[in-house]
């Protein structure tokens, strides 16, 4: 079973940044796509972003577009997402979530679907107030 462990919420004013990190113990050793989601109480879980290890993909949600820049740390087994310009709509738990590619190839257009993802973290808040 495959622990994934997310860092780095917490509370920011409007306009500021946090950066998120989820550790993938075995990242260098598989393809995966690491995707992030978010879920508001009452909502369902909504991608944010995802990266392809295979080949360096990296997909946004119209949202975090221009806001938002997700990574890889190789040294530190880690798919990273920093966030800027956070608005208060921004606040809500923030989860990180993983599939591996056997052959590196996935369907790529499903990244925000939380069904294609088997491993997940166990949450993060952000919260962006004044």
């Known amino acids: 079973q495959l622990q994934l462990v997310e860092s780095g919420g917490g509370l920011v004013q409007p306009g500021g940044s946090l950066r998120l990190s989820c550790v993938v113990p075995?990242?260098?050793?598989?393809?995966?796509?690491i995707g992030w989601f978010r879920q508001a109480p009452g909502k369902e879980r909504e991608g944010v972003s995802c990266f392809s290890t295979s080949d360096g993909s990296r997909y946004y949600a119209d949202f975090a577009k221009g806001r938002f820049t997700i990574s890889r740390d190789i040294a530190r087994n880690t798919v990273e997402l920093q966030m800027d310009s956070l608005k208060s709509e921004d606040t809500t738990i923030y989860y990180c979530a993983a599939v591996r590619l056997p052959t590196g190839v996935w369907p790529s257009r499903d990244w925000p679907l939380a069904t294609q993802y088997d491993y997940w973290g166990q949450g993060t808040q952000v919260t962006v107030s004044a």
């Open positions: 075995d990242l260098n050793k598989h393809f995966y796509a």
